[in-house]
């Protein structure tokens, strides 16, 4: 059995400040979202909807203490930094993963979830 992930939910607790940072610092599109009668957005890779944005305090009931990082990858990890910059956002120095030829970095979001990108 195949299993890939399908989404992330964050909880923001500002929800266009959110948009704009996943919009801006990591590239994804705000898209279509079903009308679920509660404030949200849908924030698409290419055709995929992978981040799913709840206002903080609505929506789903489930809790986000358990959640240690989102990752996202890059076939150009220094382009990816570049935007950063550009942006005037901080995030950690670029390291290696063990054993591997890609290197990360971790920023937080507006709502302090931990962000991971890497790539080569």
């Given at each position: 059995?195949?299993?890939?992930?399908?989404?992330?939910?964050?909880?923001?607790?500002?929800?266009?400040?959110?948009?704009?940072?996943?919009?801006?610092?990591?590239?994804?599109?705000?898209?279509?979202?079903?009308?679920?009668?509660?404030?949200?957005?849908?924030?698409?890779?290419?055709?995929?909807?992978?981040?799913?944005?709840?206002?903080?305090?609505?929506?789903?009931?489930?809790?986000?203490?358990?959640?240690?990082?989102?990752?996202?990858?890059?076939?150009?990890?220094?382009?990816?930094l570049k935007r950063l910059d550009q942006l005037g956002l901080r995030y950690s120095p670029p390291s290696r993963q063990p054993g591997t030829g890609l290197r990360?970095?971790?920023?937080?979001?507006?709502?302090?979830?931990?962000?991971?990108?890497?790539?080569?």
């Amino acid at each position: 059995m195949a299993v890939t992930l399908n989404h992330v939910n964050v909880r923001a607790s500002n929800l266009e400040e959110t948009i704009a940072f996943y919009v801006r610092a990591i590239g994804l599109t705000e898209g279509w979202r079903p009308s679920f009668g509660f404030p949200g957005a849908w924030l698409y890779a290419g055709e995929t909807p992978v981040v799913h944005l709840t206002l903080e305090g609505r929506g789903t009931a489930s809790g986000s203490e358990g959640v240690a990082h989102i990752a996202f990858a890059f076939d150009d990890l220094d382009a990816a930094l570049k935007r950063l910059d550009q942006l005037g956002l901080r995030y950690s120095p670029p390291s290696r993963q063990p054993g591997t030829g890609l290197r990360q970095i971790f920023l937080v979001d507006p709502n302090g979830v931990a962000v991971e990108l890497q790539g080569r």
